[in-house]
């Protein structure tokens, strides 16, 4: 019997479209938790979430049974039709459409996982684009196209 095994961890980001800062204090902390179930329904538990207003960062560990596309869709999917009708949410909200996935060594789980719990003081020193046009920087994204993304 063949056996398949598989540990990949994704540090994953997205805004909100144009950046709008739809992912106010009052809610955060329940969008987190329902982005959470929704990875973990396919099968690719969040190790950590957390956001300022107008983007996400999400550590996980991707399914071996699931593609990534697939599961950043679903997750966007639900969650935007989900913020549309809560307290404190907005109809208007929508996810940017692209997202930066990043692959993570087992050995920076624990660095990852202090970046992303530091977003708040983070971006009180950087931009979201600095951070994202350090990610292309680091992780030596050559398909990046800063007109493209951030002209949404």
Do not use: C
Not at 101 to 120: L, T
Request: charged share 25%.
């Amino acid at each position: 019997m063949g056996q398949s095994l598989s540990q990949m961890y994704i540090h994953l980001v997205f805004g909100t479209k144009r950046r709008i800062p739809y992912l106010v204090p009052a809610i955060e902390k329940q969008v987190h938790a329902y982005l959470a179930g929704t990875l973990k329904e396919y099968e690719s538990p969040a190790l950590i979430i957390n956001s300022v207003p107008d983007h996400a960062h999400i550590l996980f560990r991707l399914s071996k049974n699931y593609a990534l596309a697939k599961i950043v869709e679903e997750v966007k999917k639900e969650s935007s039709k989900w913020i549309k009708t809560i307290e404190g949410g907005t109809k208007l909200f929508k996810w940017q459409i692209g997202y930066g996935a990043f692959s993570v060594s087992s050995s920076k789980v624990d660095v990852v996982k202090r970046y992303i719990a530091n977003q708040k003081k983070h971006h009180g020193i950087h931009t979201f684009r600095e951070e994202v046009e350090e990610f292309v920087r680091q992780y030596d994204i050559i398909e990046y196209d800063p007109n493209y993304f951030w002209n949404e």
